[in-house]
């Protein structure tokens, strides 16, 4: 079988909470890398930060969705976190420390996705 098939398989068969885990893995990855780029890397830094944007209002546009099976609450708290990435981002292309307030709110958000993190607060709510 071939690795090719061997990705598409997995990817069909994947948790949708591991799928969102690795996305914001992905999209944090680039933006630590983002932030070693010297400053006249503008639009290497651009791209990733504007990809951390694009997935985040992605989830804000799912949130606003009636048919969405999130609570209201952390709904309203997705789309509030979008609208502060979209506005801290454009403060990171010229302060690339900035870029640090981002991987902590995509690392959040990645804990909440772990399984395991899952599991212990199903066993803490029973």
Known sequence: MSFQAYQNTAARA???R????????QV????????T????AVRDRAEAIDWN??????????????DNKL???LRAAIISLSIFVSKHGSHAMRNPE????????N????????PQANASASQAAG
């Open 53 to 66: 944007r694009r997935v985040w209002s992605n989830l804000a546009l799912d949130c606003a969705s009636q």
């Open 107 to 114: 690392r959040t958000v990645m804990q909440g996705l772990m």
């Open 98 to 105: 900035a870029i640090d307030d981002l991987v902590d709110i």
């Open 71 to 73: 609570p209201e609450a």
């Open 18 to 25: 591991a799928t969102e885990y690795r996305l914001f893995a």
């Open 37 to 40: 780029l010297p400053m006249e």
């Open 28 to 35: 944090t990855r680039s933006l630590m890398n983002a932030k």
């Open 14 to 16: 994947e948790d949708p």
